[in-house]
């Protein structure tokens, strides 16, 4: 960060981490921010009940970390909302939301901070989001893959701007909320989306309270791709794997939680236009892959597509 925003605006952050069972994800992500050069900050590290040692060795490691504790029912919203009501109770002027695997260049903060300044006290400030490793892949700023624009998007120019205004909600990673938000909107809906697309949900609800979104083109996030779910081995082989993609809290596609929250925030006929579609794909996918899975069912329904085919053409 230059010295002469950092002079003039120097606001105290609150960098909250949600992870249970992950240490040897989050003490990278810890390790990258106390090697950020604006410093004003404090690391509110919310443990969810881990037993792999989190909290044993988040102290010995790194004792300015600020440890908050769950009983493993908090999942990602619930510990969001722990470290926003620490943030909130200790006056921090705004929080940055970071997950255990991201990992910060040192220069992220203070851009994020620079372009907090630049842009007002009614802007929320985003960071580039990079695939860690390949750097192949990167959001920036584009509509959520259920969109009816994700295909047809065209990703900004970065090159000739600090700044990107973007129209669409970002996720949760390296965001930059002045405190000022959870005052007027409230803080994330646990209830109604206890893991994903709760980030989506308060982004929405920003947006109508005319808060603007800036991509800081400066500020990069790596983030460490997931290991892929043993229970997406199981979605087209057995009737519980199907029950997880669709009805678990861990699996992004639940159509409940999705319908929820594309019903809250679009338009009726928008609503239904991008809802039902997407939920045809789904079963119809989860279907086709089921039947690939039973070779007799595969044959007799290849056999009846082939006759059917046959029919109209004649």
């Known amino acids: 960060m230059s010295e002469n925003v950092a002079s003039q605006f120097n606001p105290r952050l609150a960098v909250i981490i949600p992870t249970h ?36 060795n988040c102290r010995r ?6 440890l908050l504790h769950g009983d493993g029912n908090l999942w990602w919203s619930g510990a969001i909302n722990m470290g926003l009501d620490y943030a909130l109770a200790g006056g921090f002027d705004a929080v940055v939301w970071l997950n255990d695997d991201n990992r910060v260049e040192p220069e992220t903060l203070g ?4 372009s ?9 400030i985003v960071s580039r989001i990079k695939t860690a490793g390949t750097e192949a892949d990167e959001w920036t700023g584009g509509p959520p893959p259920w969109h009816a624009k994700f295909k047809d998007w065209t990703p900004p120019d970065f090159r000739s701007a600090t700044e990107v205004a973007i129209e669409y909600p970002p996720g949760g990673q390296g965001v930059l909320i002045p405190s000022s938000v959870f005052n007027e909107i409230g803080r994330i809906d646990a ?5 994903y697309w709760a980030d989506h949900d308060f982004h929405f609800r920003a947006l109508r309270a005319g808060y603007k979104y800036f991509i800081a083109t400066g500020a990069v996030v790596h983030n460490v791709p997931n290991e892929r779910r043993p229970q997406y081995d199981t979605i087209h082989a057995s009737l519980k794997g199907a029950r997880w993609f669709l009805f678990d809290q861990r699996s992004s596609m639940n159509p409940v939680i999705l319908r929820r929250m594309i019903k809250r925030h679009l338009p009726p006929r928008e609503y239904r236009e991008t809802f039902y579609p997407l939920l045809w794909r789904q079963l119809k996918w989860l279907a086709s892959g ?11 329904l290849r056999f009846v597509k082939r006759n059917l085919l046959a029919w109209r053409r004649a």
Request: net charge positive.
């Open 21 to 56: 069972n992950r240490w040897h994800e989050a003490r990278i992500s810890l390790a990258c921010l106390e090697r950020s050069g604006y410093r004003n900050f404090e690391i509110v590290l919310v443990e969810d009940g881990c037993t792999d040692g989190t909290a044993e």
């Open 61 to 66: 490691e790194f004792p300015r970390v600020c």
């Open 111 to 114: 851009r994020l901070v620079e």
């Open 116 to 124: 907090f300044e630049r842009k007002g006290a009614r802007s929320i």
């Open 191 to 195: 209830r109604a989306f206890p893991h």
């Open 290 to 300: 089921w039947a690939a899975n039973k070779p007799v069912l595969h044959k007799s």
